[in-house]
């Protein structure tokens, strides 16, 4: 017997491989500051718990494969509150934003086909994308400018005739990037002087800060045919053990031929699906003070990294993640040291290592992910205890 070598090709998480250090770290009765995951600490909005607490299922049946009707009409009416205009017949309800995003991999490259991102991305682009044999092509960008996009040349010059679409999460994810309206418009004219997709990852929308509002791609009316516009409850609500997603897209073929891998799948989870329906019929101004909440966060967290001597935390705009480049020769060694070999008090932090969130060998070897999910009072701590160790670590540059 033998494994298939694209599935033995494939990396594990770097978000989660250092998981089995943690859990031997907790077992010496360790508190561990987790900032190595995007799992929100907000509560979820109770009207989830309600609306499945409320419904009178007497057999917890299989959904429609596209999803349910009323979460459907919930999350068009939600896409029309902020001017976008996908109808009903437009949407597919996913297992989380995750499995939109493999399904739009799959659904627009072929095996041995491409598709741009720009790096750093989120590293499971290359877990949606590995298993169907399709490339990920790095479009690469810098802490140094804020990761903002390079020159339409230089994306064009990454384009050859097996280059499908470009794929990007806005906000995004690690970099905290927001794309400007200017960026997204470039992204908009190349897709289509060059018959690309664009797949647009937009889980964090509603968290850009200082007053800044991320650019949809569905806003881009004279592509939209090209657009598909991934979604997720999980960071939108706080809500990530739902594994509600969606996929919506004005293309006419789409949604027919996604719905064959929804048929595949049978279909998303039902309670889950009720539950979703009352989230996305929250009013907007739910979101206004969790905003606040991690703008807050962000500046507690950024401004305490690039305080810590050799430390370079450049602050991001939005989602709720930062970059940050670590005065040590290798970030991984490094978090893995956090957690087998270092203590504050009894206390540690775990972080990401961000070299496998770019596609490009060599790229972030000393930098790490850190999510601002924490009350403020852990993330003081936590940057306390990363000053701490950083001072005594042994492969520090
Ligand atoms: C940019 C981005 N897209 C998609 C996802 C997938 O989220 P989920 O499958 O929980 O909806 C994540 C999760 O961290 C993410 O950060």
């Known amino acids: 017997m033998k494994l298939s070598k694209r599935m033995q090709a494939m990396q594990s998480s770097p978000i989660r491989r250092l998981v089995p250090y943690a859990d031997e770290a907790r077992a010496r009765g360790v508190k561990i500051y987790g900032l190595n995951v995007g799992q929100p600490d907000i509560e979820t909005p109770s009207v989830f718990m309600d609306a499945i607490r409320n419904?009178?299922?007497?057999?917890l049946a299989y959904a429609n494969s596209k999803g349910d009707p009323e979460l459907i009409k919930a999350t068009s009416d939600y896409y029309k509150r902020i001017g976008l205009p996908y109808e009903p017949e437009d949407i597919i309800i996913t297992n989380g934003g995750s499995e939109a995003l493999m399904w739009a991999f799959v659904a627009v490259a072929d095996v041995g086909?491409?598709?741009?991102?720009?790096?750093?991305?989120?590293?499971?682009?290359?877990?949606?994308?590995?298993p169907y044999s399709v490339t990920l092509k790095p479009i690469t960008t810098y802490?140094?400018?804020?990761?903002?996009?390079?020159?339409?040349?230089?994306?064009?010059?990454?384009?050859?005739?097996?280059?499908?679409?470009?794929?990007?999460?806005?906000?995004?994810?690690?970099?905290?990037?927001?794309?400007?309206?200017?960026?997204?418009?470039?992204?908009?004219?190349?897709?289509?002087?060059?018959?690309?997709?664009?797949?647009?990852?937009?889980?964090?929308?509603?968290?850009?800060?200082?007053?800044?509002?991320?650019?949809?791609?569905?806003?881009?009316?004279?592509?939209l045919d090209r657009v598909i516009i991934v979604d997720s409850v999980s960071k939108r609500f706080s809500a990530c053990g739902a594994r509600i997603g969606s996929l919506a897209t004005k293309n006419k073929e789409?949604?027919?031929?996604?719905?064959?891998?929804?048929?595949?799948?049978?279909?998303?989870?039902?309670?889950?699906?009720?539950?979703?329906?009352?989230l996305y019929k929250l009013d907007p101004s739910y979101f206004d003070?969790?905003?606040?909440?991690?703008?807050?966060?962000?500046?507690?967290?950024?401004?305490?990294?690039?305080?810590?001597?050799?430390?370079?935390?450049?602050?991001?705009?939005?989602?709720?993640?930062?970059?940050?480049?670590?005065?040590?020769?290798?970030?991984?060694?490094?978090?893995k040291w956090m957690l087998t070999d270092?203590?504050?008090?009894?206390?540690?932090?775990?972080?990401?290592?961000?070299?496998?969130?770019?596609?490009?060998?060599?790229?972030?070897?000393?930098?790490?992910?850190?999510?601002?999910?924490?009350?403020?009072?852990?993330?003081?701590?936590?940057?306390?205890?990363?000053?701490?160790?950083?001072?005594?670590?042994?492969?520090?540059?």
Not at 144 to 155: K, M, R, T, V
């Open 55 to 59: 419904t009178e299922i007497k057999v």
């Open 113 to 130: 086909e491409e598709i741009l991102v720009p790096e750093p991305f989120y590293t499971n682009y290359r877990s949606f994308s590995a």
């Open 143 to 223: 802490a140094e400018n804020g990761f903002a996009l390079p020159s339409e040349d230089e994306i064009v010059a990454k384009i050859n005739d097996k280059t499908r679409a470009i794929a990007l999460s806005n906000p995004g994810n690690p970099t905290g990037v927001v794309y400007t309206r200017e960026e997204v418009e470039l992204i908009a004219k190349i897709a289509k002087e060059h018959d690309l997709f664009i797949i647009a990852d937009e889980v964090y929308r509603e968290f850009a800060y200082e007053g800044l509002k991320a650019t949809s791609f569905g806003e881009m009316t004279d592509v």
């Open 254 to 278: 789409l949604p027919e031929q996604l719905l064959k891998l929804g048929q595949g799948r049978l279909c998303a989870p039902t309670l889950e699906m009720i539950g979703s329906t009352a």
């Open 289 to 335: 003070p969790i905003r606040q909440r991690y703008e807050e966060r962000r500046d507690v967290l950024c401004d305490g990294l690039a305080a810590i001597d050799g430390v370079v935390c450049m602050k991001p705009m939005g989602a709720f993640y930062a970059i940050a480049k670590l005065p040590v020769k290798n970030a991984e060694d490094f978090a």
């Open 342 to 397: 270092y203590t504050d008090n009894n206390e540690t932090v775990m972080v990401a290592p961000v070299e496998d969130f770019y596609q490009t060998l060599g790229m972030g070897v000393d930098e790490v992910r850190v999510a601002y999910v924490l009350k403020v009072e852990d993330l003081k701590r936590a940057v306390e205890i990363l000053d701490k160790a950083l001072k005594v670590y042994p492969d520090r540059v």
